[in-house]
């Protein structure tokens, strides 16, 4: 397992995906909320067979008419359509949301083709901004993120978090999913964030406090995961 800034993280994300694409492969990302892991001018570029699965649909005429869109609870029961589709199966600050992993997972699981491998970059619980994020009520939260101005509440809004098997700890990747199935590949850790980049006093005080966690490596306190894991 590896530690790194927070700075690599998205862009190992989509240099993970890159490295397992292959001819003819299926995709399917859960949860884009209207911001694919690949920009649709690829996926028709490439001519991806790639499909959404999301429990929104408010976003779904930005997307190219190529791309396949189930909406889905893959907290529920699975449809018969969905077993065995996908190659690969990717998401991007999702997980987090997830308030009942463990048929989540399954269900990912049986979407999956033999040895088909899952992505996932997720929010971790320790973090100082996931714990600001469980404490603070909810309206505070909102208007804070409106404060510093990272995001477009109008166009991204704010979910409610719940950081279940959202693991920077290996040995807990490697008991819950391997319990239900799976094999993990690869887990990274991210230290730090850019909530702050609009306010540069605040950034400073970041860059610093992370830069401290990052040299006494502490994982726990991380801010992201990336986890590949694969089907057995």
């Not at 065995?84 to 083709?113: C, W, Y």
């Not at 098997?165 to 807990?172: A, I, T």
């Not at 702050?196 to 040299?215: M, T």
Request: proline residues 3%; glycine residues 4%.
């Amino acid at each position: 397992m590896i530690s790194k800034r927070f700075q690599y993280s998205y862009s190992d994300y989509d240099n993970l995906i890159e490295s397992l694409i292959f001819d003819g492969i299926r995709i399917c990302e859960i949860g884009p909320s209207g911001k694919p892991s690949i920009k649709s001018s690829e996926i028709k570029r490439r001519k991806l067979n790639y499909s959404i699965i999301d429990v929104e649909t408010i976003h779904w005429k930005n997307y190219n008419p190529e791309v396949e869109k189930f909406e889905v609870d893959l907290q529920k029961e699975l449809s018969e359509e969905l077993r065995g589709r996908f190659d690969l199966i990717i998401s991007q600050m999702t997980l987090e949301h997830i308030q009942f992993p463990k048929p989540f997972h399954k269900n990912v699981l049986a979407m999956l083709s033999e040895g088909g491998s899952a992505v996932y970059l997720y929010a971790n619980p320790f973090s100082l901004s996931a714990v600001c994020n469980r404490i603070l009520p909810e309206k505070l939260g909102h208007n804070i993120l409106k404060l510093v101005g990272n995001r477009n509440l109008n166009y991204d809004q704010k979910y409610l978090a719940f950081y279940n098997w959202c693991f920077s700890n290996e040995k807990k990747v490697v008991a819950n999913f391997g319990s239900i199935g799976y094999t993990m590949i690869e887990l990274n850790t991210y230290l730090g964030h850019n909530y702050f980049q609009r306010v540069p006093i605040l950034n400073q005080l970041e860059q610093l406090y992370s830069w401290v966690l990052y040299k006494l490596n502490f994982k726990k306190f991380s801010t992201l995961s990336l986890l590949h894991v694969r089907k057995k």
